[in-house]
T-cell receptor, first 111, second 115 residues
Framework: KQEVTQIPAALSVPEGENLVLNCSFTDSAIYNLQWFRQDPGKGLTSLLLIQSSQREQTSGRLNASLDKSSGRSTLYIAASQPGDSATYLCAGYQGAQKLVFGQGTRLTINP | GAGVSQTPSNKVTEKGKYVELRCDPISGHTALYWYRQSLGQGPEFLIYFQGTGAADDSGLPNDRFFAVRPEGSVSTLKIQRTERGDSAVYLC?????????????FGEGSRLTVL
């Protein structure tokens, strides 16, 4: 059974800093891993999808990596901005179809 | 449509009542998922449809929960005899094709409050 853990649960940093969010999963036979952003009271917005054959994906200031052997993924945010404040969720696939989520990291960027 | 659409966005009901939540996936997406998210938690899987059939309903908590997708597009999540513990945000998501290569897109969710 796939289990996904995100540490820390909350993170507060000053604007402009680079930061890393961590995600670990128990089943190394993971297919894909997807990172989402969730604003308060809103649905999930997909940020990056790393397919099983890939090691990383980049979109703008975001870079996500996947290391299946160690059971870890990281989301790197460069030059953080107050608008980046949100909850970030990682999710890995259990089998081919079922996406299993972590608890999320609540990120606050202070101006 | 442009995105996954869920209605209602908010539903307040009394304990014991019946509730239906609707999901309209992105046009052409064959895979549809329902998740439930409690406050401060990540979403929990409920059920997955591939076309009209439920391919995996292992996340449904009990037999008060049921979901249908009769024409392979719109899906309805049905909750009978609601309990206070059913209060949560119910999220729907869709994906373009079967297999493990498609990105999952979520709707805004339906917030259910059972009084």
């Amino acid at each position: 059974k796939q289990e996904v853990t995100q540490i820390p649960a909350a993170l507060s940093v000053p604007e402009g800093e680079n930061l890393v969010l961590n995600c670990s999963f128990t089943d190394s036979a993971i297919y894909n891993l997807q990172w989402f952003r969730q604003d308060p009271g809103k649905g999930l917005t997909s940020l990056l999808l790393i397919q099983s054959s890939q090691r990383e994906q980049t979109s703008g200031r975001l870079n996500a990596s996947l290391d299946k052997s160690s059971g870890r993924s990281t989301l790197y945010i460069a030059a953080s901005q107050p608008g980046d404040s949100a909850t970030y969720l990682c999710a890995g696939y259990q089998g081919a179809q079922k996406l299993v989520f972590g608890q999320g990291t609540r990120l606050t960027i202070n101006p | 449509g442009a995105g996954v659409s869920q209605t209602p966005s908010n539903k307040v009901t009394e304990k014991g009542k019946y509730v239906e939540l609707r999901c309209d996936p992105i046009s052409g997406h064959t895979a549809l998922y329902w998740y439930r998210q409690s406050l401060g938690q990540g979403p929990e899987f409920l059920i997955y449809f591939q076309g009209t059939g439920a391919a995996d309903d292992s996340g449904l908590p009990n037999d008060r929960f049921f979901a249908v997708r009769p024409e392979g597009s719109v899906s309805t999540l049905k909750i009978q005899r609601t309990e206070r513990g059913d209060s949560a945000v119910y999220l729907c998501a869709s994906r373009h094709r079967d297999g493990n290569t498609g990105e999952l897109f979520f709707g805004e969710g339906s917030r259910l409050t059972v009084l």
